[in-house]
């Protein structure tokens, strides 16, 4: 069984950092792809980044270029978003997902993967 458990959101200023961590198990995630969403309330789900899990080859949606950024350990099965230069329209819940690699999840498309984390909320306030 797949599953992805995210951690540390919160709630911080504007203009503050957070860094949120995914810890994937259940299998081996060789030629997957690891993505970050998030989804504000009353918006659709949006592809802030990915990360594919053998190459480290990275994704990064324009909206957050320059100011957050995707990495992995490996060793821990974690995939790290380090988020700075945080914006009150950054505020969301932010959903890890991964899947096998495709150009569809390589491009950050949602209906493209399957396995889904629980969320954590990141909020900044002005």
């Known amino acids: 069984q797949v599953q992805l458990v995210e951690s540390g959101g919160g709630l911080v200023q504007a203009g503050g950092s957070l860094s949120l961590s995914c810890i994937a198990s259940?299998?081996?995630?060789?030629?997957?792809?690891i993505s970050w969403f998030r989804q504000a309330p009353g918006q659709e789900r949006e592809f802030v980044a990915n990360?594919?899990?053998?190459?480290?080859?990275?994704n990064v949606a324009n909206s957050v270029k320059g100011r957050f950024i995707i990495s992995r350990e490996r060793g821990k099965n974690t995939v790290i978003l380090q988020m700075n230069g945080l914006k009150p329209e950054d505020t969301a819940l932010y959903y890890c997902?991964?899947?096998?690699?495709?150009?569809?999840?390589?491009?950050?498309?949602?209906?493209?993967?399957?396995?889904w984390g629980q969320g954590t909320q990141v909020t900044v306030s002005s």
């Open positions: 997902a991964a899947d096998r690699a495709t150009d569809q999840t390589i491009a950050g498309q949602v209906l493209a993967y399957s396995y």
């Open positions: 990360i594919r899990w053998t190459s480290g080859i990275t």
């Open positions: 259940g299998r081996s995630f060789s030629n997957h792809v």
